[in-house]
C-alpha cells in the first residue's frame, strides 16, 4: 500500500462552511424575533450553551459510556490495534484511542473534539462479521471523520436545533410569556413555540444534509486510503443485511447514535424518508464505491 494522506476535501469544506453559514442567519434571525417577542432567552442560550461545552468536550467518554464501549491495549487487541496503527501511519495522522463494544449489533463510530482526543470503536459483532480487508475499509472510513473534524462540526451545527428544541419545551411547561399580552393577537408563548418548532424542523434539515455528504465523503476518503473500495462495499452490504439479524431491542437501543456509525442500526420496519436520514441510502454509496473502483481499474 503507498503512503497516502487524507488530502483535504472540497466538496465538504464547502457544503461545511455554507451549512454553518445558514446556520448562523437562522440562529440571528431566531434571537432577534425572540428578544422581539420578549422572551427571556437568556436562559435557555446558557443551559443549550452547557450542553453544547459538555457535548463537544466530553463526547468521546459519552458515546463509549452509551455504548458500553470500553479502551482496550495492544495487547488485548493487537490485530486492531496493528490496523490503526498501519492506517495512521499511512495518512500521517496521530492514532486515535481504540477501544471495543460489547454487543452484536455490527458497527462502528468514532468520536472526540479533535485528532488528540479522538477514539475509534468497534463493536464486537463487527470485529465478527468482517475479514480482515473489510474491517480496514470501516476503520480508514472512521479515521477519516477523524480527520475533516466531524464530530466537531457536527456538534457546533446542532447548537442551534438544541435551543429551539428546548425552547419549545420551555413555551410549552413554564408558561413564560403568558404575562404578556399582545392584543387580540395569538399568546407570546404560542408564538415562541411555532417559531421554535419551525427553526429545529429547518436546522435539522440542514444538519442531516450535511450528516449524508460528510458520509459519502468518508466513503470516499476510506477507500482511497485502502484502495480497496471493493472491500467497503462488502462491508457495507454485510453490515445492513446483518442489521435485520439483530433483536429489535438491541436495534432500539443503539438507534440514537445513527449520526455516529458506519450503517445507522435500522430496524426491520420502513426506514425514514431519505430527507430525514443521517446516512445516504446504500445503493448511493455503493455507487460511488462502483465509480471509485472505476477510477482505481479496478471492479467492484
Known amino acids: 500500500m503507498t503512503h497516502a494522506r487524507f488530502a483535504p476535501d472540497r466538496g465538504l469544506a464547502a457544503r461545511m462552511v455554507v451549512t454553518m453559514f445558514l446556520l448562523g442567519l437562522l440562529y440571528v434571525a431566531f434571537i432577534a424575533l425572540l428578544v422581539a417577542l420578549g422572551a427571556r432567552a437568556i436562559v435557555v442560550l446558557v443551559l443549550a450553551g452547557g450542553l453544547l461545552l459538555a457535548q463537544y468536550f466530553l463526547s468521546?467518554?459519552?458515546?463509549?459510556?452509551a455504548m458500553h464501549g470500553r479502551e482496550v491495549s495492544p495487547r488485548e487487541a493487537p490485530e486492531l490495534h496493528g490496523l490503526v496503527d498501519r492506517l495512521s501511519a499511512i495518512t500521517g495522522t496521530p492514532k486515535p484511542r481504540v477501544a471495543i463494544a460489547d454487543t452484536d449489533v455490527p458497527n462502528a463510530f468514532a468520536t472526540g473534539r479533535d485528532q488528540k482526543h479522538a477514539v475509534v470503536c468497534v463493536t464486537t459483532g463487527l470485529?465478527?462479521?468482517?475479514?480482515?480487508?473489510e474491517l480496514e475499509g470501516v476503520v480508514a472510513h472512521e479515521l477519516s471523520h477523524v480527520a475533516h473534524r466531524d464530530v466537531a462540526?457536527?456538534?457546533?451545527?446542532?447548537?442551534?436545533?438544541?435551543?429551539a428544541g428546548l425552547m419549545t419545551r420551555f413555551a410549552l411547561y413554564s408558561g413564560f410569556g403568558r404575562d404578556r399580552g399582545n392584543g387580540n393577537g395569538p399568546p407570546i408563548?404560542?408564538?415562541i413555540?411555532?417559531?421554535?418548532?419551525?427553526?429545529?424542523?429547518?436546522?435539522?434539515?440542514?444538519?442531516?444534509?450535511?450528516?449524508?455528504?460528510?458520509?459519502?465523503?468518508?466513503?470516499?476518503?476510506?477507500?482511497l486510503i485502502t484502495q480497496r473500495p471493493s472491500a467497503l462495499a462488502s462491508a457495507l452490504v454485510k453490515v445492513t443485511g446483518e442489521m435485520s439479524r439483530i433483536p429489535t431491542r438491541d436495534l432500539r437501543e443503539a438507534q440514537p447514535f445513527n449520526a455516529f456509525f458506519f450503517a445507522p442500526a435500522l430496524s426491520g420496519r420502513a426506514s425514514l424518508a431519505t430527507l430525514f436520514a443521517s446516512h445516504p441510502p446504500l445503493e448511493r454509496r455503493l455507487e460511488q464505491l462502483r465509480q471509485i473502483s472505476l477510477q482505481l481499474g479496478r471492479e467492484v
Do not use: K
Open 127 to 133: 470485529l465478527r462479521r468482517l475479514d480482515p480487508p
Open 189 to 191: 408563548g404560542l408564538l
Open 153 to 163: 462540526v457536527m456538534t457546533i451545527a446542532s447548537f442551534l436545533g438544541v435551543v
Open 193 to 223: 413555540m411555532l417559531v421554535s418548532l419551525l427553526v429545529y424542523a429547518v436546522s435539522f434539515l440542514l444538519t442531516r444534509a450535511l450528516s449524508r455528504y460528510r458520509e459519502l465523503a468518508a466513503d470516499r476518503a476510506g477507500a
Open 60 to 65: 468521546d467518554r459519552i458515546a463509549l459510556f
